[in-house]
């Protein structure tokens, strides 16, 4: 089927290809074969749980480095739906044989837990991708990272930044899951 559209100006173009690809991507849930290593599913009383369940109803968090979510898909573009915080960790996010990149799952605004995404692949060759993401050890410079506005919450509670984890919550991909 071929689709012509007759746009009037650039917003509108953006307009129109949101709507197609929200048609086509979709969340996947999180399944215990794809966590390698360390993971904790969240229970419903926990705090973070809790506040994050309206739109990630399974919470995981990775309990050290090396713990990996693994997963293949046929498609060309994929994420995780995730969180930013002051305990977040460095990612090291490997797709087919391609080196890894990193990620870090805090910024400058993390004086508090919020919704990201990661980004793992987009918009690339329709075909089926390996995915590998892993909790490394590097031990973040968190103060350095944070704005300078938001130091003074690291000085009056370093503790709350101590920690390098990860909480992953589903996957946002445009293609299937492939099983291994």
């Known amino acids: 089927m071929i689709c012509v559209f007759v746009l009037k100006n650039t917003t509108q173009f953006v307009e129109v290809m949101d709507k197609i690809i929200q048609v086509h991507a979709k969340q996947v849930a999180i399944s215990a074969d794809m966590l390698k290593g360390s993971w904790e599913k969240l229970p419903e009383d926990h705090s973070l749980a809790k506040r994050f369940a309206r739109n990630m109803p399974d919470l995981y968090q990775a309990g050290q480095a090396g713990a990996a979510l693994e997963f ?10 995730d969180l930013l915080g002051p305990d977040g960790g460095s990612l090291s996010v490997q797709v087919d044989d391609e080196a890894p990149v990193v990620r870090k799952r805090i910024d400058g605004y993390c004086t508090y837990h919020r919704m990201a995404k990661t980004p793992i692949l987009s918009d690339a060759e329709n075909k089926t991708h390996r995915v590998r993401i892993s909790l490394t050890d590097e031990q973040l410079d968190k103060r350095d990272i944070l704005f300078d506005r938001n130091r003074e919450k690291f000085d009056e509670n370093p503790e709350k930044y101590a920690d390098h984890t990860w909480y992953a919550g589903s ?10």
Not at 72 to 81: K, L, N, P
Not at 171 to 180: H, R, S
């Open 171 to 180: 996957l946002m991909i445009i293609g299937e899951i492939v099983a291994e």
């Open 72 to 81: 293949s898909f046929r498609g060309t573009t994929a994420s995780v739906f």
